[in-house]
Every structure is written in C-alpha cells, then in structure tokens.
C-alpha cells in the first residue's frame, strides 16, 4: 500500500512517493514491517505486541533497544479509523463485491464522497 501513495507538490516536481510518518497497529508489529519503513527512512509509531516485548526481555542485553513509540501521535490514528468505520458502513465497500481493483476503488471512492457531501 505504502508504494502507491503519491501527494501531490504544490509547485511544479513529481509527486512524493514517501510519508512523513506511519501509524499502524500492532498487527504491524513484525521485523519485516519495520525494517522496510526503516529501509526507506519512514518514522513510524506501531506498539510492540506483549509476546515480542517479553521475547526482547528475555534475551537480555542481547534483545536490543525497544522501539520507540509515541503515544500522542498514536491517538491521532482514531481519525483514521473512524473514517474507514464510516466507509464500511456501505455495504458493497464493507463486503467487497468488486473482483477488480480499480473497480472497487471507484466504489470506494463513491462512497467517501457521499460520506463527504452528506457531513
């Protein structure tokens, strides 16, 4: 997901392909994950699941740094999710009865403009 972000420049170049940051949840938690934001210079804020941190803990000194977390920018993912809980609402979004990609994007996109001509 995180290749086919594109923010547009408000003067003339290319868009940004990268994020200032990630909020994810601890379903994200996993070395791969956070190795490839670190790879491409992306901070993110994910909380180390208990069996991980309990796993660090155990290996000692050998178990390395605990991620760091910040928990006010964590809050902030609520938008988010609040915002994905009202597009669910629709059920052809909800149960995702489009076989194609592009087409369920455009239902997706027909919903969140619904849901933001109706606010």
Not at 27 to 34: A, D, F, H, I, T
Not at 47 to 74: I, M, N, Q, V, W
Not at 89 to 105: E, H, I, N, P, S
Request: proline residues 6%; positive net charge; charged residues 35%.
């Amino acid at each position: 997901m995180l290749a086919r972000i594109r923010v547009l420049r408000t003067g003339p170049g290319r868009p940004r392909t990268k994020p200032d940051s990630v909020a994810a949840d601890k379903g994200y938690s996993n070395g791969p994950c956070r190795a490839y934001l670190r790879r491409r210079g992306i901070r993110h804020t994910i909380p180390e699941k208990t069996d991980s941190r309990s796993a660090r803990l155990r290996k000692g000194s050998r178990g390395g740094r605990p991620p760091g977390f910040d928990e006010e920018r964590y809050k902030k993912r609520n938008t988010v999710e609040r915002a994905i809980n009202r597009l669910k609402q629709y059920r052809a979004v909800a149960t995702r009865y489009d076989k194609r990609g592009y087409v369920f994007l455009g239902t997706a996109t027909s919903a969140a403009l619904l849901i933001w001509l109706r606010s």
